[in-house]
């Protein structure tokens, strides 16, 4: 169910639950208002869901955590606030993660450190306080980490060094503290490390 870039309004019915068998639905782009529904936790077979650019506001569903076929949970530029549900991390073959330009907080799930298929992952533009969970280091396949313009504390995790497909490491305008880990200079595949407007001291 493909219906990206058009001008559609109003609400997602719950009716869609209807579609068990939906395999991708894409709403992206549109003017889409109101909350994801809950029911979407019932397309077990789903594993494209993408809704970015709209208006839709309320929390992330938990009951997105059944959907364990999914690859890819786009629901960026968008007012949807609330936490990250944890229950993400259970989606195994997750490879896109994209929250951008929301309102989330809380702090980003240790869990989604099992998600150990996944190659991109990006969340600026939202409220999220908290560390970069260490766990991220047993992410192998993770091509960009993109997590500016946050209130994101603490101190970039050693275990980043560990994230050896990594080419995009994008941190800045947080409240991050400490020194640059010297096991950075593991990331041989790193391009772009861009981590302006922090509060980083010591040497490079």
């Known amino acids: 169910l493909a219906l990206s870039e058009n001008r559609l309004s109003w609400f997602l019915p719950s009716a869609l639950s209807r579609l068990t068998a939906l395999r991708v639905l894409s709403v992206d782009r549109n003017s889409i208002l109101g909350n994801i529904p809950t029911e979407l936790g019932l397309f077990t077979s789903l594993a ?20 364990t076929m999914l690859s890819f949970l786009g629901v960026g530029y968008n007012r949807l606030s609330g936490s990250i549900p944890t229950e993400l991390g259970a989606l ?45 280091g047993q992410l192998k396949k993770v091509l960009e980490l993109i997590m500016f313009e946050n209130a994101l504390t603490g101190t970039l995790p050693t275990h980043l060094g560990s994230m050896i497909a990594l080419f995009n490491l994008a941190v800045a305008s947080n409240q991050i503290t400490g020194s640059i880990p010297t096991e950075f200079g593991e990331l041989t595949n790193l391009e772009w490390f861009t981590a302006a407007d922090n509060k980083l001291q010591g040497t490079i």
């Open 48 to 67: 494209h869901l993408e809704m970015g650019g709209n208006q839709l506001s309320g929390s992330l569903p938990t009951h997105l955590g059944r959907l």
């Open 92 to 136: 195994k073959d997750l490879e896109i993660i994209d929250l951008d330009k929301n309102q989330f907080s809380g702090s980003i799930p240790t869990e989604l450190g099992q998600c150990t298929l996944l190659k991109y992952f990006s969340v600026f533009s939202n409220s999220l306080t908290g560390t970069i969970p260490a766990e991220f």
